[in-house]
């Protein structure tokens, strides 16, 4: 254990070796390691970075921490999709349904709200008695009954990544290209899956606002994926406004039944149709992606996406009712409109400031400790583009307490940036980066 | 209060506001910033720096964390002399009776041994009795009555230095220029002093060891002292080689004897009247640096600086026998002889080499919680430039342990390099960095 030579190797640029990562990763699963040695440490990753080599010799050392999914029993290829997170993101809760429908297996470990971007679990959790909390082997059962789960992290799953985690947001170390890749991809590699889709978000809403970032972060990933033995393929996409108009969470669970069903908005259905074509491309399900996306489609179409996402929600608590019927599922008390104050076309939106005011609202958590208010939120009633009336309303703000509503208000009406011209169209999809084994094929 | 905003400023390079840097500290002393944090700050800071606006402030606030001496009732300016650390380097222990008996006031405050530099304070405790734990009010009544004093910082002065630094060894962060600036000045301020001399080593022996580094760190010390209306000069000297011959405690208290009467060795002796010529100019007790030195070397000539010695040593309680017959001193009872394998000319010392073999005789510590062993050490009997034969000695070894002399052995006969010419002599004292106020006087 010489943590203070690794300490100062970083700090002065130098690299670490695989070995030194490893004993670096057991000592503070060991609790060997004080905190602000690791906080030191943190910082000179995050100044001074570190290369593929590195990065993936920490992942595999996260990973390797703790216990990991077993789903070789699962015939066929195991495919899951991350995203680095985003405003009114609801893709998970239609993608993982709508794979499983088309035969793939997705094991999918998601995450909770945090700052200004929402969380799977979170929304989910809006459906009345749906359990996150499984066991591994409940995980592992659901996949091989269901072809989809939804589950939170278990606590032996890559223990190493909650120990850094946790000193990150305080030490200003989270946005570091190779402290991210590690965190992501420890978890997901720990389902055991074969294939991953990385959904790298850029622009006002994203963590990783630029696109220059975005894409280093999307090469980071794959390229690490793919060293780790996971076929990895990263889409860069536009989050310069939120995907589809609901951001909170049970506004956002009706918004994907009815994506789910069919009646999704433009944006949301093509994200899922093209990130569920990448799935059923990795999973060897579809010999190209044009195949894929006619496939993702067609179960969103036929009712068969649907008909999965009820059974998941079945198996895991969940009361149907409040699908069948979204009247059931929670609703905020009160409303009130954002009017626009002339007439236009909507040249931006300040995504981040949306999400921060659904957050401020009581849909997300500033604090781990805080509570959700699984009812309240926002619908964006115009998206980039569309033209607008003075007097007609921008958003639709669902709200309980009117403390809350009041304080977000100036954030919301600044929100929207209202122009004379119609702003040019920007493409949803902004890159796609393939791993060396999925290059030939896709 | 808002630690994660200043470390991420610092992060990206960004300056922090004097009253930032004050609520930090302030922070800090209050116990309100956990570890971890401080721990990222300080890795930032390595390495992004801080401008002298930053690193004024933030000496200014440890500075201002603490209790400092009041020595306003004394008559006259009040000097002091820092040294950043090397080898042999028994200075203080001469400097300030020499400036005392010259009519001085030097109110010094020392430190004791870490890695392979000795401390003024363990040399001292070589004599019997001799106390080095004095309060703030005894520390000022010595300064009055005697002119000098040889005193350990009290937990009282400048805490928030103590709490930086606890940490900053274990996270790498002890060579940064503002953060041994501010930890240095922060304490030296408290002396309450008008003036200081820097002594900043450079070469194999010293904590800085390339010339550059040394001028920029004494730059920053000096202007950074200015700004804090300390008057300040800095000297940059040779450390490439032990000072004198003596490295250890008791043999170091034995040489620091010879010279207070007059009968040291070269290099300690120009130092010494080098510096205190500094001291006493700064002090407005000399018209010039010239006259500055003629009166150090009269006073070590006269007796009168070991006069003062001993009264010091009286007053803090130690053994005055055993400064008047220095057989009654510690000694280890054992010695060995380090012979050159060839004849020619010592070419070159690593001094850090025989710091460390010191250290780990028992001279030193390597935690903090070692027990020095008084009456160990090395006795160069042969400096740069001296010429051998074969089987002549270089070095004496002192010694009480076997195995731990036979374990340093090896790195003692690699110490010295022999040649077969004589090297360049190269200066001891190889530039002078004077604070502005000090410029047109000297």
Redesign the interface.
């Known amino acids: 254990m010489s943590?203070?030579e690794w300490?100062?190797r970083k700090?002065d640029g130098g690299t670490l070796a695989r070995e030194e990562i490893e004993a670096l990763v057991a000592g503070l699963v060991r609790g060997e390691i004080?905190?602000?040695?690791?906080?030191?440490f943190?910082?000179?990753v995050?100044?001074?970075g570190m290369d593929e080599a590195e990065t993936t010799a920490l992942t595999s050392a996260m990973l390797r921490s703790g216990a990991a999914l077993d789903l070789s029993a699962i015939a066929g290829a195991k495919v899951d999709k991350h995203s680095t997170g985003g405003v009114g993101d609801k893709v998970s809760l239609v993608l993982a349904p709508a794979v499983a429908a088309c035969g793939g297996s997705v094991p999918m470990i998601s995450g909770r709200s945090l700052g200004h971007s929402g969380g799977t679990l979170d929304k989910l959790e809006s459906i009345p008695g749906f359990r996150v909390g499984l066991t591994l082997d409940e995980l592992c059962a659901q996949v091989a009954d269901l072809g989809a789960v939804f589950g939170a992290a278990t606590s032996d799953l890559a223990p190493a990544d909650r120990l850094l985690y946790r000193?990150r947001?305080?030490?200003?170390?989270v946005a570091s290209v190779p402290l991210i890749t590690s965190s992501i991809l420890a978890k997901k590699a720990a389902e055991g899956i074969d294939g991953l889709v990385l959904d790298v978000k850029t622009g006002s809403g994203a963590f990783m606002a630029s696109p220059r970032a975005a894409r280093e972060l999307a090469r980071s990933l794959v390229s690490t994926a793919e060293r780790l033995g996971v076929r990895a393929v990263a889409l860069i996409t536009d989050m310069s406004q939120p995907l589809g108009a609901a951001i909170g969470n049970s506004v956002e669970v009706l918004e994907a039944i009815e994506t789910l069903r069919g009646k999704g908005p433009r944006d949301l259905v093509e994200l899922v149709t093209r990130l569920g074509a990448e799935m059923l491309l990795l999973a060897g399900l579809v010999p190209d992606l044009r195949v894929g996306r006619r496939r993702i489609a067609r179960c969103l179409a036929d009712g068969s996406a649907f008909r999965r996402f009820h059974s998941i929600v079945a198996r895991q608590g969940g009361d149907v009712a409040a699908i069948e019927n979204v009247g059931l599922l929670p609703r905020a008390d009160l409303h009130t409109l954002i009017e626009s104050p002339v007439s236009g076309y909507v040249r931006s939106i300040d995504c981040r400031a949306l999400g921060a005011a659904a957050c401020a609202l009581g849909a997300g958590r500033r604090r781990m400790e805080d509570v959700i208010d699984h009812g309240v939120g926002l619908m964006c009633m115009r998206k980039v583009g569309d033209a607008v009336e003075a007097g007609e309303p921008l958003l639709l703000v669902l709200y309980n307490d009117a403390a809350r509503c009041a304080a977000v208000r100036p954030a919301l009406e600044a929100a929207y940036v209202i122009g004379a011209e119609r702003p040019r169209a920007r493409p949803l999809v902004r890159a796609r980066l393939a791993g060396a084994t999925c290059r030939e094929r896709s």
């Open positions: 943590m203070q300490i100062e700090r004080p905190d602000y040695q690791t906080a030191a943190l910082m000179a995050y100044l001074r000193l947001d305080a030490t200003t170390t």
